[in-house]
């Protein structure tokens, strides 16, 4: 009987992560018949974005070489965002939750005795936790980003509520108050990025970084684009083309960086601005189908 408006019908807050990583040939296994191995994907940088007020600019945190120390940033940064979260939520429930108590409390002066807990109460401590977890989402997180930091990520986590894992997939991993999820589990197979921002008319800019030739962070502070063919993937098998190196040219000039570091942070950004936008328009796009 306790009514609250259509539009508080769903989670308002969000914010988004994306990890960059660089690659470590130090220390690596031993090579056996059927595998060589070329090198480590050791954490770079994180960049997380949110739609809370007051946490709106995306921001970028960079390894200084304790891959823990980033993390536990990352997580620091991201629990004040799920405090403000949770503070501006009570503003707008605040009344709700009152309204729970009163009548929870008047059906226990009702009751004679009960071994149980009254269910109104219960309905109180699941709305309340449902008000202080924030959603973290990444784009194909579960299988790269969760992966790469896990070793680092699980032994912070005060508090694990549960885990989903497909395979090596980490679908969900949810604490009192924070809940990383992958948005490709939400998507057909194979949506890319790209297209998932083109679908929802979201602008994003073809950004390129030079992964594999950091293999020493003291290369963040080179104080020029790196040469073209420093833009070599091992992965792909491919470099830069020559119009996109002249572009990234133009980008140095024009956000008049003075270090890789720049660069880093100019790049890692652009996977999780754009990202927010369109998860925005996505929410917008399947509450107006509701309705």
Known sequence: ?????????????????????????????????????????????????????GYTEPRCLISTGDPEALVRDMLEMLEEMSLQSYTLLLEKFGPVLSEIQETAQEFTLKEESSEQKQPLFLLLEKLDGY?????????????????????????????????????????????????????????????????????YGCSAQKGFFPYEWIDDLAKLNTDHLPEQDKFFSMLKNEGIADEDYKNLQG?????????????????????????????????????????
């Open 1 to 53: 009987g306790i009514i609250v408006d259509e539009e508080d019908r769903y989670f308002p807050y969000r914010a988004t992560f994306d990890f960059e990583s660089y690659f470590d040939s130090s220390d690596l296994p031993q090579a056996t018949k059927k595998v060589q191995w070329k090198a480590k994907h050791m954490p770079l940088s994180v960049s997380i974005s949110s739609n809370i007020p």
């Open 131 to 199: 008000l202080k977890q924030l959603p973290v989402i990444g784009y194909n997180n579960g299988r790269y980003d969760l992966n790469v930091i896990k070793k680092y990520l699980f032994p912070q986590l005060e508090d694990i509520k549960f885990i989903v894992k497909k395979n090596n997939d980490l679908m969900c991993v949810a604490t009192p108050t924070l809940k990383f999820l992958d948005m490709c589990n939400y998507l057909s197979p194979g949506v890319s990025y790209e297209k998932y921002l083109k679908a």
């Open 251 to 291: 980008i140095w000039e024009e956000k008049k960086m003075s270090t890789v570091r720049d660069l880093l942070i100019w790049y890692n950004n652009l996977d999780v601005q754009p990202f927010l936008e369109a998860i925005e328009k996505q929410v917008s796009f399947y509450q107006e189908r509701r309705i």
